[in-house]
């Protein structure tokens, strides 16, 4: 049985014998699928679904992407369900980076310096490159030292002399100084958090160049303790103008010790196990590209809750939150993005819309337009939706536009043409 499995959303876990692995169907080890079952029984209560159990054999995933390793050694990488069966996983996995590279914040150049379109290790793999990487620029720009106050016991004098101590001292040790001092060090919370992340990264690597590098950096750390408290030492991390060039690892430090991610598996077992929701890649990747990409004189919002679906007793109840809300002088457009294929060819089935999607664009037209304006949906293109459909009239002057959005080429597809994003505000006014 192969120790790494490539699949994708939706597809199906088993413990049954099958002729291939393929990305729909895989079949992995009795040990793994009982530890997929804990992993799902313990998401499931924290109100997240990771993945169904169909029988007794199989389960069935949801829609999160990323890379489980369990703790028989079984990796099983999730990629995400936007190509084509027929299209190499490589593609799909490069999709993947791309969204996680954007999830992160990642200057773009940084990631076309890491080899982004040439690499094509799997996914965890790829992460822990981006740190790595990540660090030997920050080697090369310089570790941030500070401070650090040592009280000690010599027969020397050196910095200051602790006073109170010293008159405390018995008799025969007046030969010993107590003394208190400063001294330059690299022991400080950003510095302990990229020593933990990087031991984690010796330990799980099983990519001979990532291997190497990890070790190399490891030597220069090697004096440096690691982190006792991850959580207390990301809360003292500092953003000064001093500490700017440790922003790009912080985002693969976090990463990798399981505290950036929407969803991440974390347990007993260390291994490298990374979950994004898909809708959640999706969505940050779109605002992304049209806040990069806005006309001047136009802002977006994204997560906005500046209203309520009613008020009981002098209070808001249910907030109204759509993913994006973009704004140009007095006029206004909601946004919302959805991670779903339709098919613009299904009248009869509605096209793959949702009935509950529509009633909450029509509430969020009520509020935030008044009743008046343009909503748009977003949707990810696919082979049977590559233009927008005609727009969906609640009345004569509230209308909710479905638009697909091309992740390759970045750009919302709008009628009969491809329509570049910054054109976005003047082809809705």
């Known amino acids: ?110 990631v076309d310096e890491a080899g982004l379109q040439l690499y094509q290790a799997p996914l965890a793999e790829w992460v822990m490159r981006q740190f790595l990487r990540a660090l030997e620029q920050l080697f090369k720009r310089g570790l941030r030292f500070d401070y650090q106050r040592i009280e000690e016991e010599q027969r020397f004098l050196r910095g200051q002399l602790d006073v109170v101590r010293q008159m405390r001292q018995p008799p025969g040790r007046d030969h010993y100084f107590q003394i208190r001092h400063d001294v330059f060090l690299p022991d400080r919370p950003e510095n302990r958090l990229l020593k933990s992340a990087l031991q984690l990264v010796c330990e799980a690597t099983q990519d001979s160049d990532n291997w190497r590098l990890a070790h190399a950096l490891a030597n220069l750390l090697h004096e440096l303790p690691a982190s006792r408290n991850t959580e207390a030492d990301f809360r ?44 959640k890649l999706f969505e940050d990747y779109v605002t992304r590209c049209l806040r990069a990409s806005l006309q001047a004189g136009a802002h977006l919002t994204a997560q906005v809750s500046r209203h309520s679906l009613c008020v009981h007793q002098g209070k808001p109840m249910f907030k109204l939150q759509p993913d994006l809300l973009i704004e140009q002088g007095n006029s206004c457009w909601v946004l919302d993005t959805k991670w779903k294929k339709l098919d613009s060819s299904d009248r009869e089935g509605k096209y793959g819309l949702s009935q509950a999607d529509f009633y909450q664009l029509f509430a969020y037209g009520q509020r935030y337009l008044g009743g008046k304006g343009e909503l748009v949906l977003i949707y990810p293109v696919s082979r049977n939706f590559t233009c927008a459909l005609l727009p969906f009239e609640f009345d004569s002057a509230l209308r909710l536009h479905v638009v697909p959005f091309d992740l390759d080429k970045e750009q919302l597809l709008l009628a009969d043409s491809s329509l570049p994003i910054n054109s976005l505000v003047p082809a809705l006014a």
């Open 1 to 110: 049985m192969d120790s790494r499995i490539v699949v994708r959303e939706y597809a199906r876990l088993t413990t049954a014998k099958l002729p291939s692995n393929t990305l729909d169907e895989a079949q992995v080890s009795p040990s793994a699928f009982a530890w997929l079952c804990e992993l799902m029984a313990g998401y499931r209560r924290s109100g997240a679904q990771l993945m169904q159990l169909e029988g007794r054999q199989c389960l069935r995933l949801d829609s999160y992407v990323g890379v489980l390793e369990s703790p028989c050694g079984q990796v099983i990488e999730i990629l995400p369900k936007h190509h084509e069966e027929g299209d190499c996983e490589a593609a799909s996995r490069q999709l993947l980076c791309k969204l996680i590279a954007s999830l992160l914040d990642t200057d773009s150049r940084e």
């Open 236 to 279: 003292q991390w500092r953003d000064d103008r001093l500490m700017a060039h440790y922003q790009v690892v912080k985002s693969w430090c976090e990463l990798i010790l399981y505290r950036h991610m929407p969803l991440a598996v974390a347990g007993d077992y260390r291994g490298i196990s990374l979950l994004f929701p898909m809708e």
